[in-house]
């Protein structure tokens, strides 16, 4: 699991993540909104355009399940592990993830926002939006995941790590970080400066933000 340098004064993520064992594997599950499954093993399944909110999954295993334009609103999900998950449009707005993995995830937009994130790690995905905003996140590693954009406006971040990640747009307007490390990940463009207090950031990272910083008090450089 990659993590930041443990010589930095930047808290990582406390992350004692295991995946969940000896599930019972259920080939036609019959979900429905409000549902507490739990130690249950989904794979290669389309649960696509399902109403689900409010559902709870506890030591769930899901791999290779398709989501597309699935209803989890308000879904919990505790101690579970995601692999392959699929979804050109991911609904899972004030919803709660814990002590859970997501790995190889292939979202279009994902709508997160007011979402509770503790001890997450998402590892290795393509996601193209991905809205977390005014979510609370706490002890969360994203790593090795391309993102086209990241919407963390108003977001309250402890121990936030993003790892060997490239992101297109970073917008941070309102956000509240503390212990976020941003270093060894690559941003295209930057909105929000004043969100990025308490965020920790390399010496290559820094020169790039240098025209975003100037821009935003009002410098003019010239030779």
């Given at each position: 699991m990659p993590r930041p340098s443990t010589r930095s004064a930047t808290q990582a993520p406390r992350l004692s993540l295991r995946p969940p064992q000896g599930g019972t594997r259920v080939d036609e599950p019959h979900l429905l909104d409000g549902d507490h499954r739990e130690g249950e093993?989904?794979?290669?399944?389309?649960?696509?355009?399902?109403?689900?909110?409010?559902?709870?999954?506890?030591?769930c295993v899901?791999?290779?399940v398709s989501l597309n334009d699935t209803e989890l609103r308000g879904a919990r999900i505790i101690e579970c592990a995601f692999e392959d998950l699929f979804a050109p449009?991911?609904?899972?707005p004030r919803s709660s993830w814990r002590e859970t993995s997501?790995?190889?995830?292939?979202?279009?937009?994902?709508?997160?926002?007011?979402?509770?994130?503790?001890?997450?790690?998402?590892d290795g995905g393509k996601l193209d939006y991905v809205n977390l905003r005014s979510a609370r996140l706490t002890d969360v590693l994203v790593s090795g995941c391309i993102i086209g954009e990241l919407d963390l406006t108003g977001v309250k971040a402890?121990?936030?790590?993003?790892?060997?990640?490239?992101?297109?747009?970073?917008?941070?307007?309102?956000?509240q970080l503390r212990d976020t490390d941003l270093r060894t990940s690559s941003f295209r463009s930057l909105q929000g400066l004043?969100?990025?207090?308490?965020?920790t950031?390399?010496?290559y990272?820094?020169?790039?933000?240098a025209p975003f910083l100037a821009e935003s008090m009002g410098l003019r450089v010239e030779d």
């Open positions: 093993h989904y794979e290669r399944l389309a649960l696509d355009g399902e109403e689900l909110a409010g559902i709870t999954l506890q030591e899901l791999e290779g449009v991911f609904r899972a997501l790995r190889s995830t292939r979202w279009g937009s994902a709508e997160l926002y007011d979402s509770r994130l503790d001890a997450v790690h998402l402890t121990r936030l790590a993003l790892v060997d990640c490239t992101i297109g747009t970073l917008t941070l307007d309102g956000a004043d969100g990025l207090r308490g965020a950031v390399d010496e990272q820094l020169q790039l933000l």
